[in-house]
């Protein structure tokens, strides 16, 4: 007996409802959390607004004077020279954690300006960064945070480099390192897509039911396939990637084989639906020829289909471009794998640069496609 | 001469297509079935190169038994066997002289055939063909380019590449203007009288009184009749049809 | 000039231009942009053997040009040839592709554990003894004895250094069962006791369930001690466990189960939270709705661009921003889900929005209702199919989606099963995969029929 349907609806929105309560616990989600963190997401958006594109030669210049800590420890840096680079510490020397201020004169003008400190044992730790002004000037708050800093009575000292940019622009090293990490990416999607079209399309008229499924082998054989077909296509390649990685190590390769196993899978799926969809006419035709059957295949069964395999393939490398820009995050090598070593260096600009790449190179993948698929019928 | 000894079909989904169905052609007749749609004759022109396989029954052609041919055997007998479709059954984007050529798949050499390399003397056949039907000129263009009348020739032309010595025609002219169906069915008369036996399925009467030297009747898979057309009278016919058949003439409509 | 010399100078100069001019439009672009793409591409990898490749098609473009006004055409097989040869030549570089890396005995020593997928286990009853020994010896050792249940264990001496000879024993067990016999430091770290302490011990013990052996004190039992001199207990386990029938789920099985709930979780609440988004942008980013104005074209094509552009970052690289932004966990994989299937659905939405019949908004605007009338009787019924199949499409791509998010740190069952491949347990990856395929097919299946119904 059917159910009233006001009582179904109630009952279907309860479920829903139920279920959405589920997910959210399940989900862990904190929404308070993200927007107090979200300001965190700011400094990623503006750094990946400004990618890391064009760079100049920068030129580098130290000066550094003696600085013990605590104070008596080591000798003291003799009163500077009142001309030419130098630096002007508030204190001459400092306790532990002690906050003054650094002054830096006739520097290289609108520079950047990294100051640290360096060990007795030639370690360096970075304090701060800051610029200079249009007359090499610069003022900046530091902290004295080398704690043991003078080793058998010499001194840490604090350091300035100066980074004053000269000659023109030319692209960064990211940009080249983007470009080509691009480049392999690319032709992993290309070359998976051609190995795995070479290996699905003639298994595809093995999983397709018109042509295959035929007495007690045709039938096994076209379950076989369909089968292998479906579980296959259900693995999100960087799933298979993850076991290739684990495999074959760490490479393109393995991003490689993963797609192409995974391509093969769909490919073959959505070839032999092609095949099913055929005018049956022609295979009865050529039968009534006496045809051999691999002949009835040759004459009336591709030519109907090529078209569609066509259409299928550059489908295809579509996706598979955009998965192999994100394969490298599992060990499978390209752009992804670059954008990967980029955030766990916390060198945003540079994911932005390969952020950017690959939303310009899938755009393009996308229009390409479309069209040429358009053309084809 | 072609016997058939009480052939029976029944489609795995319980459908009786034939029942008990026997008679013989004799070599050169232009024997033509007649009947309802349903009436189980595009099964028994199926029955005949085995495209479906008889339940019960023998067929006997030239002291062969086709029925009981193993898969080589029966390429041999199907290569002799010439069929015309209703539908056409060609290869709508492949050329025209590939279609006609893959008449002859059953005589050709199997891997330059696989790769799509002919012999001249196939082309020459193949041209010839396409001649004797009237569309040479249109050898090179796709098949889906041709009206229905041209591709139903084409079909003819694929058959002829088989050197048949029966022409099995199922509804040739059913999907075709009355006007073309005369031409189509004059070729396969002008084939019949070059000594090809033709077994043809049609819907109207007025062609059947035309071309036929001899016809069979089915109704529900049973044959209610065998005689010349000369025969079917009134009651003939509406025993065949029903009783609320009208005679229409193809020509007419 | 004769003017097959002529042609082939133009298409030297610039290839395909000589055959552009003789009217092969078509044949001279194809050669202008192949030609250009390999050079650009064999340039870009700078190995001079596949310079070859372009410097063919070149030269075959040239003498093409000549025999093209000579009225001889040719076919392009060759050149296209040489740049897929090259093109592929270099990809097979690129890629690294070396068939010899396929190491078929490490292929199996993965595969055969992946056979008997860690799912469920037979329901084992356990019998577990211990007791307590000090490391290394006081001045003053309490006896190393303990008796609980019926079962008694001792170990003599009552302490011991570090790879000293102890002799154990234990009664009361159960009789003729193999017994594990394993060495527990204080911070609980279990360690092993048999051959070069990197087997376990394993022994039986008599028809009265008995068992005495000797053991030596692990080498590595006071690694972990903060201070190696102070003497603290240790303990000896002795562990049994029987069959009594029945399965029961393992600890991996209880673990993808609930990588699976959080899977599909993850892809509800990411597809609920977008639509929230996606349906007040989809109106915005319709261009039959928002051409009326400068201003509000100017809002349609920067919805639209911004939809453009999340829609070509994939969502795993979002994610890694909010696991850096949320930190590790579903709700950051939930989080990027949510974003990137606002961007795609509201690009499909506003397509449906595009495309509604505008017969039946005339029809009811003819008879006299007012605007929320007609988005009421004549909009929404035309777009509330169509919007609920592609949630439901959607929905199914974020449960595959759902599935990976985890490799990057986003929660659910990618997670688990990285953590799975890093310390090589390919009994519970093969679980995992079970579960994946299970996911998938089944939710394909019922998003199918469910549109199915809808449209």
């Known amino acids: ?102 002054e830096g004169f006739d520097l290289q003008p609108n520079s950047e300006v990294v100051i640290r400190w360096r060990l007795p044992n030639e370690r360096t730790m970075t304090a701060i960064r800051t610029q200079t002004d249009a007359k090499g000037y610069f003022r900046q708050e ?107 190590s760490f490479g393109p390769f393995p991003g490689f084989l993963a797609l192409t196993v995974v391509t093969i899978a769909s490919l073959g799926k959505l070839f032999s639906e092609a095949v099913e969809n055929i005018d049956p006419g022609p295979v009865e035709a050529l039968q009534a020829v006496g045809a051999p059957s691999l002949h009835t295949v040759r004459y009336a069964v591709v030519p109907q289909v090529i078209p569609d395999f066509v259409s299928y393939i550059i489908y295809h490398w579509d996706i598979n471009v955009r998965i192999s820009t ?31 790449a690959i939303v310009i190179v899938v755009w393009m993948m996308d229009f390409l496609s479309a069209e040429v698929r358009k053309r084809l019928t | 001469m072609l016997r058939i000894q009480n052939v029976s079909k029944t489609y795995p989904n319980g459908t009786q297509a034939l029942k008990n169905v026997s008679f013989d052609v004799a070599d050169g007749e232009f024997l033509v079935v007649i009947g309802l749609s349903g009436s189980g004759k595009s099964t028994l022109l199926r029955c005949i190169n085995r495209l479906i396989e008889p339940t019960e029954g023998k067929i006997v052609w030239d002291d062969v038994d086709i029925t009981t041919a193993s898969p080589a055997e029966l390429r041999q007998i ?59 000129e249109k050898a090179h263009s796709r098949a889906d380019a041709l009206s229905g009348g041209q591709q139903q020739r084409v079909g003819i032309a694929r058959a002829l590449m088989q050197d048949p010595k029966l022409i099995l025609a199922d ?83 | 000039m004769s003017k097959q010399v002529s042609t082939a100078i133009i298409s030297a100069l610039v290839p395909g231009l000589g055959q552009f001019l003789l009217g092969e439009r078509y044949r001279g672009s194809g050669i202008l942009i192949g030609f250009l793409l390999i050079l650009a591409t064999t340039l870009w990898y700078g190995q001079p053997l596949w310079y070859l490749s372009p410097l063919s098609i070149w030269l075959w473009n040239v003498w093409d040009a000549f025999h093209l006004a000579l009225g001889r055409r040719h076919s392009v097989l060759l050149p296209l040839a040489f740049g897929l040869a090259a093109a592929y030549g270099i990809g097979w570089q690129v890629v690294e592709i070396d068939f010899s890396r396929a190491n078929m005995e490490r292929a199996i020593a993965i595969l055969r554990p992946m056979t008997r997928p860690d799912f469920i286990q037979p329901r084992r009853e356990l019998n577990q003894m211990w007791v307590p020994v000090e490391v290394p010896c006081s001045s003053q050792p309490p006896a190393a004895r303990r008796d609980e249940g019926g079962r008694a264990a001792f170990v003599m001496p009552d302490c011991g250094r570090v790879s000293e000879t102890l002799i154990v024993s234990v009664s009361g067990l159960w009789p003729n069962t193999a017994t594990d016999i394993y060495w527990q430091t204080p911070i609980g770290n279990s360690l092993m006791l048999g051959e070069g302490e990197i087997t376990m011990l394993t022994l039986p013990t008599d028809e009265n369930g008995a068992l005495t052996t000797t053991i030596r004190v692990p080498t590595t039992a006071l690694v972990a001690a903060p201070d190696p001199t102070l003497p603290q207990f240790h303990r000896v386990y002795f562990e049994q466990s029987r069959p009594i029938g029945g399965y ?7 673990e993808v189960l609930k990588g699976a709930l959080a899977t599909v979780s993850m892809a509800l609440m990411a597809t609920g939270l977008a639509v929230l988004f996606a349906v007040p942008l989809s109106f915005l980013a319709a261009r039959n709705l928002m051409s009326g104005n400068p201003l509000t074209y100017a809002i349609y ?47 499909l939405y506003s397509e449906v929005i595009e495309g509604i019949d505008p017969g039946p908004i005339e029809a009811i605007r003819a008879t006299g209702a007012n605007w929320l009338q007609v988005v009421r009787y004549a909009v929404i019924p035309q777009i509330i199919p169509p919007f609920t199949a592609f949630t439901i499409y959607r929905w199914d791509i974020n449960v595959r ?24 347990n390919m009994r519970g990856v093969s679980a995992v995969f079970i579960a994946i395929a299970a996911i998938v097919i089944v939710l394909d299946y019922f998003s199918a029929k469910l549109r199915e119904r809808l449209v």
């Open chain 2, 171 to 253: 509804e040739p002219v059913a999907s075709l203007d009355p006007v073309l169906s005369h031409s189509i069915l004059q070729y396969l008369e002008q084939l019949n009288k070059d000594g090809i036996t033709v077994i043809c399925s049609l819907h109207f009467l007025d062609l059947v009184h035309r071309y036929a030297t001899r016809v069979v009747a089915l109704k529900d898979g049973v044959k209610v009749f065998e005689g010349t057309p000369n025969e079917i009278d009134r009651a003939k016919f509406k025993e065949i049809y029903g009783e609320e058949a009208q005679e229409v003439r193809a020509a007419s409509l």
């Open chain 1, 326 to 356: 994100i394969i490298g995050f599992v060990g499978g090598g390209g752009i992804g794998y670059y954008l990967n070593l980029s955030i766990n260096d916390f060198k945003w600009n540079q994911a932005g640069t390969a952020i950017w």
């Open chain 1, 1 to 102: 007996m059917p159910l009233p349907r006001l009582l179904r609806n109630t009952l279907i929105t309860a479920l829903v409802i139920a279920a959405f309560v589920i997910s959210y616990r399940v989900t862990e989600a904190d929404f308070p959390r993200l927007l107090r963190d979200l300001p965190k997401g700011r400094e990623l958006l503006t750094a990946f607004l400004t990618p890391d594109i064009v760079q100049r030669d920068l030129e580098t210049r130290t000066i550094s004077i003696a600085f013990p800590i605590p104070c008596g420890s080591a000798a003291v840096e003799d009163s500077p020279p009142s001309q030419g680079p130098r630096l002007v510490p508030g204190v001459n020397c400092a306790a532990p954690l002690e906050k003054f201020t650094l």
């Open chain 2, 78 to 136: 199907r290569r002799k066997i010439g069929m015309v479709f209703q539908q056409f059954n060609l290869v709508k984007r492949s050329s025209v002289l590939t279609n006609v050529l893959s008449g002859r798949l059953g005589y050709a050499n199997p891997w330059a055939s696989l790769l799509g390399i002919w012999p001249q003397e196939d082309k020459q056949r193949a041209m010839q063909a396409l001649e004797r039907v009237g569309i040479a």
């Open chain 3, 301 to 347: 094509l920067i919805v639209r661009t911004l939809l453009n552009i999340l829609r070509s970052i994939e969502s795993l690289i979002i994610a890694i921003v909010f696991v850096v932004i949320v930190g590790l966990g579903p709700f950051a994989g939930m989080l990027a889900l949510a974003l990137h299937s606002v961007a795609a659905l509201g690009k």
């Open chain 1, 142 to 248: 530091v902290q004295a945070r080398p704690i043991q800093a003078t080793v058998n009575g010499i001194p840490s000292r604090l350091e300035v480099d100066t980074l004053t940019p000269v000659g023109g622009l030319k692209p960064s090293q990211a940009l080249k390192d983007v470009m080509d990490n691009m480049f392999v990416t690319i032709f992993m999607a290309l070359l998976s897509t051609t190995l795995a079209t070479l290996i699905a399309a003639p298994l595809s008229f093995l999983a397709a039911s018109n042509i295959t499924r035929k007495g007690c082998i045709g039938t096994a054989v076209y379950y076989a396939f369909r089968s292998f077909f479906n579980l296959m296509r259900s693995y999100d390649p960087l799933v298979m990637a993850t076991v290739f990685g684990f495999w074959l």
């Open chain 3, 401 to 424: 989606s759902a599935t990976v998010i985890g490799l990057v740190g986003g929660g659910g069952i990618g997670f688990l099963l990285i953590e799975l491949i890093r310390v090589n």
């Open chain 3, 248 to 254: 029961e789920l393992s600890f991996i099985g209880s």
